[in-house]
Nanobody, 124 residues
Framework: QSQLVESGGGLVQPGGSLRLSCEAPGFTLSAYTVGWFRQAPGKQREGVSCIGSPAATPTYVDSVKGRFTISRDDAKNIVYLQMNSLKPEDTAVYYC?????????????????WGQGTQVTVSS
């Protein structure tokens, strides 16, 4: 059973923007480190970004640095992933995941709670 809920995905043209949201019905997301992962067709899931609790310096995979921004609104119990200057290679299912100990080392196995994912398609 998924404990997190992602939203905000969709179809966007190259150069466009999307903002993904990660919510946690039933538990206090502010107490958790939250990571965003993505899985493109035929590829392994990869970590995209992570933010600790309390909010510390976030981490980003090199391919999204300068384009994506992770943030958290603890009052609303939401973590966001703002994605700008989107490229076709950003097309993937995006997942948020949570743990209680931090962003490092950042492997999937370090995150016990996951959402179902939201599709992001970048295409003209």
């Amino acid at each position: 059973q998924s404990q997190l809920v992602e939203s905000g995905g969709g179809l966007v043209q190259p150069g466009g923007s999307l903002r993904l949201s990660c919510e946690a019905p039933g538990f206090t997301l502010s107490a958790y480190t939250v990571g965003w992962f993505r899985q493109a067709p035929g590829k392994q899931r990869e970590g995209v970004s992570c933010i600790g609790s309390p909010a510390a310096t976030p981490t980003y995979v090199d391919s999204v640095k300068g384009r994506f921004t992770i943030s958290r609104d603890d009052a609303k119990n939401i973590v966001y992933l703002q994605m700008n200057s989107l490229k076709p290679e950003d097309t993937a299912v995006y997942y948020c995941a949570a743990n209680l100990f931090g962003c490092y080392p950042g492997d999937e196995a370090d995150f016990p709670s996951w959402g179902q994912g939201t599709q992001v398609t970048v295409s003209s």
